[in-house]
């Protein structure tokens, strides 16, 4: 069954310090790549996604992902982070084909200290 | 941007009653969507996948005939917990396809519902 792995539930970051947050996924097709986030009190929103193309993918607020797909990973990166990255981020994958079903990996908690 | 709406962002219930939760994606037509349950501090589960016009799919271990899931409109799904009990509470959300983003599968999502059985 297709799968989503998230390595870390809690980080804990200074402003200024680099994250990235690991993601593995378990099915071997084709698949389409997310992470989406929410902010306190907010809904779910998307951040970033890969579905073609060149693997280095650029979202929204400065975020990153690169898809390596002899790794099946699809890892998020930021150089440096505010405050206001404060959130839970949610990476997830869908099958290229058929009815989209999305899995969610465990999500991770950031809490970024200012 | 496309956007779901959810209603209602919470409610309590007695155990026993049933409720129904809307989704609504306002500016764009969702053939599909999908319906999530978060326990706290833990993921979203998919529980089903609802397409218009048709009968909904289910997950394993995810009981059809407590959640009916009803997709009568490009625009509309509802969720009804039946004869709710306290193991039902939990953050229900819903989310949607937009058709324009179909070779992807991005999904919008509605604020979630947080249903509170007594």
């Known amino acids: 069954a297709q799968s989503v792995s998230q390595h870390n539930h809690h980080v804990i970051l200074s402003e200024a310090a680099s994250l990235e947050l690991g993601c593995n996924y378990s099915?071997?097709?084709?698949?389409?790549l997310f992470w989406y986030v929410q902010y306190p009190g907010q809904h779910l929103q998307l951040l970033l996604k890969?579905?073609?193309?060149?693997?280095l993918v650029k979202g929204i607020k400065g975020f990153e992902a690169e898809f390596i797909k002899s790794k099946f990973s699809f890892n998020l990166r930021k150089p440096s982070v505010q405050w206001s990255d404060t959130a839970e981020y949610f990476c997830?994958?869908?099958?290229?084909?058929?009815?989209?079903?999305?899995?969610f990996g465990a999500g991770t908690r950031l809490f970024v200290k200012a | 941007g496309a956007v779901v709406s959810q209603h209602p962002s919470r409610v309590i219930c007695k155990s026993g009653t049933s409720v129904k939760i809307e989704c609504r994606s306002l500016?764009?037509?969702?053939?599909?969507m999908f319906w999530y349950r978060q326990f706290p501090k833990q993921s979203l589960m998919l529980m089903a996948t609802?397409?218009?016009?048709?009968?909904?799919?289910?997950e394993q271990g995810v009981e059809k005939d407590k959640f009916l899931i009803n997709h009568a409109s490009l625009t509309l799904s509802t969720l009804t917990v039946t004869s709710a009990h306290p193991e039902d509470s939990s953050f229900y959300i819903c989310?949607?396809?937009?058709?324009?983003?179909?070779?992807?599968?991005?999904?919008?999502f509605g604020e979630g519902s947080r249903l509170t059985v007594l």
């Open positions: 890969y579905f073609s193309g060149d693997p």
């Open positions: 989310s949607a396809r937009d058709q324009r983003a179909y070779a992807t599968g991005e999904l919008f």
């Open positions: 609802s397409n218009e016009g048709s009968k909904a799919t289910y």
């Open positions: 500016d764009f037509q969702a053939t599909t």
């Open positions: 997830a994958v869908n099958r290229g084909t058929g009815g989209f079903k999305t899995i």
């Open positions: 099915y071997g097709g084709t698949v389409n």
